[in-house]
T-cell receptor, first 108, second 114 residues
Framework: GIQVEQSPPDLILQEGANSTLRCNFS?????LQWFHQNPWGQLINLFY???GTKQNGRLSATTVATERYSLLYISSSQTTDSGVYFC??????????FGAGTRLFVKA | DTGVSQDPRHKITKRGQNVTFRCDPI?????LYWYRQTLGQGPEFLTY????????KSRLLSDRFSAERPKGSFSTLEIQRTEQGDSAMYLC????????????FGSGTRLTVV
């Protein structure tokens, strides 16, 4: 089956710093989502981005489907950005495959 | 409609007991999914419903697990004869019937089997 790899696995930032999270996938995908899981376990949909670039405030995402990767950019990080960021891909079946996540901690 | 609702938020049960979780999806979404997440891992697919039909089940879903979605509205996930290895977060998600547009997840039910 398709493999989804996220990097880095762990990231510690000083508040105000910028960061880039990466998601590589091993096969063609129909759709891709980025999620933020907050410390209480809630998965929040950040971007639904099968291709191209989208921006929402301090966050933006780019997916290059032909090269099988997606990037999530976080600018001017805040402590509330802490949590786990998941990339999830949909391959045309009924299920979405999640990566193992990037654990982000933003220090005040 | 404020999103996907799951109940209960937390459940502690003794090994061997049966437990049932409920999920209420976004009302206009006809696709509903159950996922399981263990500590330090991403969510893993369990099963999928389109309306009331259960169209796919993961091999993770042993015969102790059963899911239903009567009338294509809310769904229940039952675990019989719970084992300690069943301890996890159980997540429900829904999505639009067109198949495009992303998932919306509920807050999850955290199960602890003691």
């Amino acid at each position: 089956g398709i493999q989804v790899e996220q990097s880095p696995p762990d990231l510690i930032l000083q508040e105000g710093a910028n960061s880039t999270l990466r998601c590589n996938f091993s096969d063609s995908v129909n759709n891709l989502q980025w999620f933020h899981q907050n410390p209480w376990g809630q998965l929040i949909n950040l971007f639904y981005i099968p291709s191209g670039t989208k921006q929402n405030g301090r966050l933006s995402a780019t997916t290059v489907a032909t090269e099988r990767y997606s990037l999530l950019y976080i600018s001017s990080s805040q402590t509330t950005d802490s949590g786990v960021y998941f990339c999830a891909v949909y391959t045309g079946g009924f299920k979405t495959i999640f990566g193992a996540g990037t654990r982000l901690f933003v220090k005040a | 409609d404020t999103g996907v609702s799951q109940d209960p938020r937390h459940k502690i049960t003794k090994r061997g007991q049966n437990v049932t979780f409920r999920c209420d999806p976004i009302s206009e979404h006809n696709r509903l999914y159950w996922y399981r997440q263990t500590l330090g891992q991403g969510p893993e697919f369990l099963t999928y419903f389109q309306n009331e039909a259960q169209l796919e089940k993961s091999r993770l879903l042993s015969d102790r697990f059963s899911a239903e979605r009567p009338k294509g509205s809310f769904s229940t996930l039952e675990i019989q004869r719970t084992e300690q290895g069943d301890s996890a977060m159980y997540l429900c998600a829904s999505s639009p019937g067109t198949g495009v547009g992303g998932y919306t997840f509920g807050s999850g039910t955290r199960l602890t089997v003691v």
